[in-house]
């Protein structure tokens, strides 16, 4: 898995697109305000609606690096 998300991230910046919130200027603080956001309305995100708060932060907190 860890392969294929370096293979995305290589073929995206190969485009010219960032990866990361410090490409955009985006303050890491950016992640507590969308998952505070995702807990408040109760959002549910993925394939099978298993992505709740607890998921979306740790994947902001990979972009956020």
């Given amino acids: 898995m860890t392969q294929a ?3 995305s ?3 995206f910046r190969s485009l010219g697109v960032g990866t990361r919130f ?3 200027n985006i303050p890491h603080e950016a992640i507590e305000i969308v998952t505070a956001r ?6 549910k995100y ?3 609606g298993d ?3 607890k998921e979306v932060r740790e994947i902001l907190a990979l972009r956020g690096e």
Avoid: C, T
């Fill in 5 to 7: 998300i370096e293979k």
């Fill in 9 to 11: 991230e290589q073929f």
């Fill in 22 to 24: 410090s490409d955009y």
């Fill in 38 to 43: 995702v807990a408040k309305r109760g959002m």
């Fill in 46 to 48: 993925g394939e099978h």
């Fill in 51 to 53: 992505l709740g708060e």
